[in-house]
């Protein structure tokens, strides 16, 4: 069984930066890509960045050049580290995992889902 929590939210002022964690529990005998998601007040889900199994990285263009998603093995934690935030990202933020089989092609469906941790930012 899969769990994910999340954690690192909070109020930032635009220019700022944050940085959430994903704390993982996942099935060693399966192999996951992982994701950060976010909702926004009135929007619909958004994938905001990809972290495929085989280490890639993929970004909405909108966070590109200034998100990193990366994930600490050892501690089994997925981060976004997000920087010069802008009040445009204000959202709940949520980790998700998929499993995947084939390396650089993480699709989902996300399966797995944290509790989702609140990001606000202001101008």
């Known amino acids: 069984q899969v769990q994910l929590m999340e954690s690192g939210g909070g109020s930032v002022q635009a220019g700022g930066s944050l940085r959430l964690s994903c704390a993982a529990s996942?099935?060693?005998?399966?192999?996951?890509?992982m994701a950060w998601f976010r909702r926004a007040p009135g929007k619909e889900l958004e994938k905001v960045a990809i972290l495929d199994k085989d280490g890639s990285t993929s970004y909405v263009d909108s966070v590109k050049g200034r998100f990193i998603i990366s994930k600490d093995n050892a501690k089994n934690t997925l981060t976004l580290q997000m920087n010069n935030l802008k009040p445009e990202d204000t959202a709940m933020y949520y980790c998700?995992?998929?499993?995947?089989?084939?390396?650089?092609?993480?699709?989902?469906?996300?399966?797995?889902w944290g509790q989702g941790t609140q990001v606000t930012v202001s101008s």
């Open positions: 996942l099935d060693p005998s399966n192999s996951y890509c």
């Open positions: 998700a995992a998929a499993r995947q089989v084939v390396p650089g092609s993480c699709r989902g469906p996300f399966t797995s």
